[in-house]
């Protein structure tokens, strides 16, 4: 059942994926630009609203929440709140001009310890299955074995969340983040639903969601009003076009390699990366594109640029795979270190739309401005050729 304003906080009391969909639907919107008029990007407004969100459902299960409180008011007070807090903690500056209430917010106290658990339970998350059944265990236990490498490298991760007296422990809050169910079921039930959102990023969505970054990433590449369109007499399909000149890599890590040595760049990435890419690796070379993308979700929020660029390289990739070309552009467009990725990003932005053209024959004279900004930034010979043979194809 999808809930309204007038049952909503009964429905939240024990939140179901209908709730969640719901809030981020009525909500994120206007709570995200609030984070964002803070001094916060538009990142860090999708990220504070998820954990307004989680702190949120916990409270209503308490019990907590009064009832004359206005759901859309209180998610945006508390996701800036959350911002505020964050940003202070690392001393950033930020545009405090609105004045946020503390009556009836959590206290900052409360706030703190919910960040502090969603943190634990994201880099837990991050870890391979052995050593999230070692640490689990260990918090279920209220024992930690001693010489644990997979607890000392989960510890290293969340530094500010060890035991002032045995830096060898987990700490109350890693082990209620870990085991407590209510906590648990919240947190998977919103982690899925930004799963969802990443995966159905689709051309049946409505018009403003379709426009929301694809369009900007075409404005980006095309960095020109759009022309008038004449078709050749008999142009050649797009969907023809795509297939002929995609063709996937046959795993992360070689062409992660491949492409780092004919860049000449070399970018070592922290382990937990590392990992993360050898599991995702697994199900890319089983074309098990959904999990690919699953594995990758997590490692697209490092605070680390490279890891976060690399998750969302090859969740693009995935999302070609899964006749998802909206999806690839949204995972390009985030992608902050262009220059390391531009010789295949812009091939792979350019191909994501000519597949869009497949689709909706209208966008066709988009496609061709990508294939063209492509174009001019290979050096690659084949690749040069390849698309001027592509250009000729999709016509003037």
């Given amino acids: 059942m999808i809930p309204d304003n007038r049952n909503l906080l009964d429905e939240l009391r024990r939140p179901e994926a209908g709730t969640v969909e719901f809030l981020y639907n009525q909500f994120r919107k206007t709570a995200s630009r609030a984070v964002e008029a803070s001094g916060g990007s538009h990142a860090d407004g999708n990220t504070f609203f998820r954990i307004a969100v989680i702190h949120t459902c916990i409270?209503?299960?308490?019990?907590?929440?009064?009832?004359?409180?206005?759901?859309?008011?209180?998610?945006?007070?508390?996701?800036?709140?959350?911002?505020?807090?964050?940003?202070?903690?690392?001393?950033?500056?930020?545009?405090?001009?609105?004045?946020?209430?503390?009556e009836g917010l959590p206290d900052l106290a409360a706030r703190t310890h919910i960040r502090k658990m969603v943190r634990a339970r994201r880099q837990w998350q991050k870890l391979d299955k052995k050593c999230r059944d070692e640490v689990l265990s260990a918090a279920k236990n209220g024992v930690t074995p001693e010489n644990a490498p997979c607890i000392g490298t989960f510890l290293k991760s969340v530094p500010d969340l060890t035991t002032p007296d045995n830096q060898a422990a987990l700490s109350d809050t890693t082990v209620y983040a870990l085991?407590?169910?209510?906590?648990?079921r919240i947190f998977l039930l919103v982690d899925r639903h930004e799963a969802n959102l990443a995966l159905n990023q689709s051309a049946a969505k409505p018009a403003e969601k379709r426009r929301n970054r694809i369009i900007a990433a075409a404005v980006f590449l095309t960095a020109a009003a759009i022309a008038a369109w004449i078709y050749f007499s008999a142009p050649k399909p797009a969907e023809t076009i795509f297939n002929e000149n995609?063709?996937?890599?046959?795993?992360?890590?070689?062409?992660?390699?491949?492409?780092?040595s004919r860049d000449s760049i070399n970018v070592p990435l922290p382990a937990e990366c590392e990992q993360t890419l050898l599991e995702a690796d697994v199900y890319f070379k089983q074309k098990r594109w959904e999990d690919v993308i699953g594995t990758l979700f997590p490692m697209a929020e490092y605070e680390n640029d490279f890891c976060k660029s690399d998750a969302l390289f090859y969740m693009a990739i995935a999302g070609l795979q899964l006749e998802n070309p909206e999806l690839s552009l949204e995972c390009l467009s985030k992608i902050s270190d262009i220059e390391r990725y531009g010789e295949d990003l812009y091939w792979y932005q350019a191909l994501a739309f000519v597949k869009i053209a497949a689709e909706r024959p209208g966008k066709r004279n988009i496609a061709r401005k990508?294939?063209?900004?492509?174009?001019s930034n290979t050096i690659i010979p084949e690749r040069k050729a390849q698309a001027e043979k592509m250009l000729s194809e999709l016509g003037d």
Avoid at 71 to 82: D, K, M, R
Avoid at 246 to 260: F, K, M, Q, T, V
Avoid at 370 to 375: C, F, K, P, S
Wanted: proline letters at 6%; charged letters at 30%.
């Fill in 246 to 260: 995609y063709a996937p890599p046959s795993g992360i890590l070689l062409d992660r390699a491949e492409r780092i």
């Fill in 179 to 184: 085991t407590n169910e209510n906590f648990n």
């Fill in 59 to 102: 409270l209503a299960t308490q019990d907590e929440l009064q009832e004359s409180t206005d759901p859309g008011i209180f998610l945006t007070n508390l996701s800036e709140a959350h911002f505020r807090d964050w940003a202070a903690e690392r001393k950033l500056e930020i545009n405090s001009e609105r004045s946020l209430p503390e």
């Fill in 370 to 375: 990508a294939v063209e900004r492509a174009r």
